[in-house]
């Protein structure tokens, strides 16, 4: 069974947790100003890269809060965990490509998603 390692309560079994999809997007903060296209990008594009990525989790058989994770989506293997609100911290070894958004699904310059990716890497 795969531990994780909630940043509140300590290690638990992976059954206790939910995934909720990527970390670090921003909403904007007035929706009612950007474009719909930009407004679509926010609500349905994600990265699904092979690699580290910034995840978002939530320990639901537990203190239900929610936080983030580092997590290499080729071995499953959680590098880091950390609470909600708080950055990435940097990880040396772990790679590039932690969730930052890049070219037409990246929405910054509409203000809706800017992800202010993790810094991973030396």
């Known amino acids: 069974m795969l531990l994780i390692e909630c940043p509140y309560c300590g290690k638990r079994p992976e059954l206790e947790?939910?995934?909720?999809?990527q970390a670090h997007i921003a909403r904007a903060k007035n929706p009612s100003e950007v474009s719909v296209e930009a407004?679509?990008?926010?609500?349905?594009?994600?990265?699904?890269?092979?690699?580290v990525h910034a995840e978002?989790?939530?320990?639901?058989?537990?203190?239900?809060?929610?936080?983030?994770?580092?997590?290499?989506?080729?071995?499953d293997h959680?590098?880091?965990?950390?609470?909600?609100?708080?950055?990435?911290?940097v990880v040396a070894g772990a790679g590039v490509g932690a969730g930052a958004r890049t070219g037409a699904n990246a929405g910054a310059s509409a203000g809706v998603g800017s992800t202010a990716a993790p810094k991973v890497g030396p």
Do not use: Q, V
């Not at 947790?17 to 999809?21: L, P, T, V």
């Not at 990008?41 to 699904?48: E, S, V």
């Open 17 to 21: 947790f939910s995934h909720a999809g």
């Open 78 to 89: 959680f590098i880091a965990t950390y609470k909600a609100g708080e950055p990435a911290p």
């Open 39 to 51: 407004w679509t990008d926010f609500l349905y594009m994600r990265d699904n890269i092979k690699g």
């Open 56 to 75: 978002r989790w939530r320990h639901t058989h537990g203190c239900a809060r929610f936080f983030n994770a580092l997590r290499d989506t080729t071995t």
